[in-house]
Nanobody
C-alpha cells in the first residue's frame, strides 16, 4: 500500500520552530518528486515547497522563502520540513504529497498524507 504519514505539528508561539516529518511507504521515495502543501483555516490548498528526485532541487513559495527548509532522507524514506520564525499566518494543516504539475492543487490527484496541524498563536 502506498502511504504517506505526516507528523511533528503542534501549538507554538510566534517566532518558534517546528520540524515536520513525512514517512513514505509502499513506493521508492528516492524516485518521486514530492511537495509540501498547506491549507489554512477557511482557505484553499497552498503550495509550500517541492523536493524533486535525485538532484532535481528544492524550491519554495515566495511567501516562506528563507524561513522553511525542506529536505529528504531517502534511506529513511522520510521527507522533512523545518519551520522557523513561525508567524500566525503559518497556522494550517500541512500535507506532504506527490508533486502535481497542474495549475491548481487537488487532493484527488496523486498520493497525500493525512496532514499534520500547525498552530501558531501567542
Amino acid at each position: 500500500e502506498v502511504r504517506l504519514v505526516e507528523s511533528g505539528g503542534g501549538l507554538v508561539q510566534p517566532g518558534e520552530s517546528l520540524r515536520l516529518s513525512c514517512a513514505a511507504s509502499g513506493f521508492r521515495l528516492s524516485m518521486a518528486d514530492m511537495s509540501w502543501v498547506r491549507q489554512g483555516p477557511g482557505k484553499g490548498l497552498e503550495w509550500v515547497s517541492n523536493v524533486d528526485r535525485g538532484d532535481g532541487g528544492i524550491s519554495y513559495a515566495g511567501s516562506i522563502q528563507g524561513r522553511f527548509t525542506a529536505s529528504r532522507d531517502n534511506e529513511k524514506t522520510t521527507l522533512y520540513l523545518q519551520l522557523t520564525s513561525l508567524k500566525t499566518e503559518a497556522t494550517a494543516l500541512y500535507y506532504c504529497a506527490t508533486r502535481q504539475y497542474g495549475v491548481k492543487w487537488s487532493k484527488d490527484v496523486g498520493v497525500w498524507g493525512q496532514g499534520t496541524q500547525v498552530n501558531v498563536s501567542s
